[in-house]
């Protein structure tokens, strides 16, 4: 009976963390603008300082992880590019059918072309470790170049996988504080309501309800506008 009275509306709003902490924001500023109280605008506003600040960081993270992304998709790049070009060579210094041209490619040289970020280490390794291995033919420089090639790439990728673990981390930190900041809002919802009992309606100017009007559809379905608990 009081089943959907009970829940905590702001627990399941389908708000971006962004529009949540701008709805949260707009709910401590209408709290002081409309004399809601002092408590209860004391207890949510480090919560909501909090949450933006993580938010802050987590876009941050964000941003970073993107950028390392780049970053390896043009260092991987830059390398299959090198190795094409590099494969006359190798030819040149020995015949494919020969042993020692299958060391750089025991599964023909499109292995390299369709090389995926998963295995591209392996190969680059590989491909650096036959180089080396065969100086006398092909020279210094490509061995050189493949062993600096190996070395960013692992740094790279380490880059990017620390970043990722960190946003990762952030993440769910975040959704801690806004589960937390959701109950806080629904202690003020209460308390509000109880504070104006003779008239619920009032408690809406405490609460930005255009932004539940646009902000909370689901699959084309009318916004679930929180309500006051009835008596």
Same mark, same amino acid.
Request: proline share 3%.
């Given at each position: 009976?009081?089943?959907?009275? /009970?829940?905590? !509306?702001?627990?399941? +709003?389908?708000?971006?963390?962004?529009?949540?902490?701008?709805?949260?924001?707009?709910?401590?500023?209408?709290?002081?603008?409309?004399?809601?109280?002092?408590?209860?605008?004391?207890?949510?506003?480090?919560?909501?300082?909090?949450?933006? =600040? +993580? +938010?802050?960081?987590?876009?941050?993270?964000?941003?970073?992880?993107?950028?390392?992304?780049?970053? %390896?998709?043009?260092?991987?790049?830059?390398?299959?590019?090198?190795?094409?070009?590099?494969?006359?060579?190798?030819?040149?210094?020995? !015949?494919?059918?020969?042993?020692?041209?299958?060391?750089?490619?025991?599964?023909?040289?499109?292995? $390299?072309? #369709?090389?995926?970020?998963?295995?591209?280490? %392996?190969?680059?390794?590989?491909?650096?470790? *036959?180089? =080396?291995?065969?100086?006398?033919? /092909?020279?210094?420089?490509?061995?050189?170049?493949?062993?600096?090639?190996?070395?960013?790439?692992?740094?790279?990728?380490? +880059?990017?996988?620390?970043?990722?673990?960190? %946003?990762?981390?952030?993440?769910?930190?975040?959704?801690?504080?806004?589960?937390? #900041?959701?109950?806080?809002? $629904?202690?003020? =919802?209460?308390? #509000?309501?109880?504070?104006?009992?003779?008239?619920?309606?009032?408690?809406?100017? $405490?609460?930005?309800?255009?932004? =539940?009007?646009?902000?909370?559809?689901?699959?084309?379905?009318? !916004?679930?506008?929180?309500? *006051?608990?009835?008596?």
């Amino acid at each position: 009976m009081f089943r959907g009275h /009970l829940a905590n !509306p702001f627990d399941s +709003l389908r708000f971006s963390h962004a529009n949540f902490n701008t709805f949260a924001e707009r709910h401590i500023a209408l709290l002081g603008s409309f004399n809601g109280s002092a408590e209860l605008l004391a207890a949510t506003t480090p919560i909501v300082e909090s949450y933006k =600040l +993580l +938010l802050t960081d987590m876009s941050s993270h964000e941003g970073r992880k993107q950028a390392k992304t780049v970053s %390896v998709n043009e260092l991987v790049k830059e390398i299959k590019k090198y190795i094409s070009r590099k494969g006359g060579v190798v030819a040149d210094a020995f !015949p494919a059918t020969s042993p020692t041209y299958q060391e750089f490619y025991p599964h023909g040289r499109s292995e $390299y072309t #369709l090389a995926a970020k998963k295995n591209i280490q %392996v190969l680059v390794e590989r491909f650096r470790d *036959a180089c =080396l291995n065969h100086q006398a033919e /092909l020279g210094t420089d490509i061995g050189t170049k493949m062993t600096d090639f190996a070395q960013r790439l692992a740094n790279t990728r380490k +880059l990017q996988i620390d970043n990722v673990g960190n %946003v990762k981390d952030k993440s769910s930190v975040l959704d801690g504080v806004r589960k937390q #900041l959701a109950k806080q809002m $629904y202690v003020n =919802l209460l308390t #509000l309501t109880l504070k104006n009992i003779d008239n619920t309606e009032y408690v809406h100017n $405490y609460y930005d309800t255009s932004m =539940l009007k646009h902000g909370n559809r689901k699959n084309g379905a009318e !916004p679930e506008t929180p309500q *006051a608990p009835q008596a």
